[in-house]
């Protein structure tokens, strides 16, 4: 199928609306829609986006919006459109009952209920169909939510400052080394994120908090991977349970005195496999279970490391600062991170963050929303 220029122009604004949907979907795709009037000078009519879990579709935003004009027309949406009873009635039939006359998808939705059906069901109904314009983009924009429909696990973003060497983390009791910009976009990035994931150490040693300050769409789960039991009742990520919810995942030979005295404190104890290396598969799959799409991993290095090793991460963000080498562990380097391509390269602050995705995963494009692409996208524009 050969594309047009408009049909291009058309799917990659779609993409770029699906993007306003971040943190705010989840665990549904961000999916954004175009609807465009047919004809030899085509013109969009109608612009819409996935604004929030269980609010209506893309699809139906931008039909809203066309209304009448969207009768013999082209719909141009990032993912396949859904044919099933969600929270939300089928696209498929609102596509057909408002005279859509060609519907172009970006990708298949992986969804068991949709998985080409969707598309099936618009052909049979006379509707053109054509899927694989802008494939690529839509499938790192839906990679995080593919992650967790076809492996049950949530897609997992590694955060590190690293030394000009790029070594994995700093070692314990150094707090954030990285500037004061640099913080800010990680308190953006934990406020869209499901849960938030430290070792024992890092947790012991800094006593964070691991809430996003402000707060952000999302409110993360913390969670601390703790197979010796080492937390304190004292400890902030304790303290707080209370307001913000906190999973401490331990092993089987967790002294019992020690879980009820966490559990009292109003923290859920996960008691994981007995194999200390199934212990982080088998947690992430834990929270795969719990509809996390998106896992931040904020260190120390042991759990980086062990992540790596396991091949669980599928993003890494590496604030590179210009202190010492001396501050990051020398004994794993970005460029020992098999199959770690980076995506991106930004000043922020004083630091340099890297931003990519490992193997063959196929991230969201680091960044977040282009700035001011969501205002004004509603109305029709010709
Ligand atoms: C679309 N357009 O904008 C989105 C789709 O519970 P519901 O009704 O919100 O349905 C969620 C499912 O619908 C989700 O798992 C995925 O298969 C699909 N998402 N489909 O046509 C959209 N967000
Ligand atoms: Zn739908």
Known sequence: MAFSAFDSAAMLRAVELARCGEGLVEPNPMVGAVVATAGATPCIVGEGWHERFGGPHAEV??????????????????????????????CTDALIAAGIARAV???????PLVAGQGLARLAAAGVRVDVGLAEEEALRLTAPYRRLV??????????????????????PGRRWLSSEASRALVHQLRGRVDAILVGSGTALVDDPLLTPRPPGPRSPLRVVLDSRGRLGIDSQLVRTAAGAPLLVATGPAAD??????????????????????????????ELGRRNCTNVLLEGGPTLLRAAFAAGAVDEAWVFVTDCAPAISDPSVAIHDLP????????????????????????????????????????????
């Open 105 to 111: 998808a970006a990708a298949a939705d992986p969804h």
């Open 61 to 90: 935003i931008a039909l809203a919006a066309a209304g009448d004009r969207a009768r013999g027309g082209t719909i141009y949406v990032t993912l396949e459109p859904c044919c099933h009873h969600g929270k939300t009635p089928p």
């Open 150 to 171: 076809t492996r049950g696990r949530p897609w997992v973003i590694a955060k590190w400052a690293a030394g000009p060497g790029g070594g994995l983390g700093s070692p």
């Open 256 to 285: 019992p005195a020690w879980v009820s005295r966490i559990r009292a404190a109003g923290a859920e104890v996960w008691i994981g496999p007995d194999a200390p290396d199934g212990r982080l598969p088998e947690l992430l799959a």
């Open 339 to 382: 199959g770690l391509s980076i995506d991106t390269v930004d000043i922020v602050g004083g630091d340099i963050l890297l931003r990519g995705r490992l193997g063959t995963s196929a991230a969201a494009p680091p960044g977040g929303v282009t700035p001011g692409a969501c205002r004004g996208s509603r109305s029709a524009s010709g």
